[in-house]
């Protein structure tokens, strides 16, 4: 048996309604789409979704900066020395365990 909390439950329930939300969001753009293309002179594909913007937006406009420098050798400088310390510490508890 699934048993739930009261959050738990609320939770799944919002959930569900956003998804709900989320579904009629789509089928308006969808029907919106749809009406464009069947009443446009000239529909064109990319009025209704253009692939390469989106791609563009996923990743980053494509230039990226130069490092700085003297910002690189400051942080190299300051890490020059730093070493990284592990303790490992065995603690034997009542029966012999680790």
Known sequence: MFELTVVEYEAAMRGIQL????????????????????????AKEHKIFDKNKALKSIQGSGQQRKPNRKMLQQANQALKNYQVKFNVENKVEKGGRV
């Open 19 to 42: 998804k709900i939300i989320d579904q009629y969001e789509m089928m308006a753009k969808t029907a919106m789409a749809n009406r464009y293309a069947h009443h446009a002179k000239s």
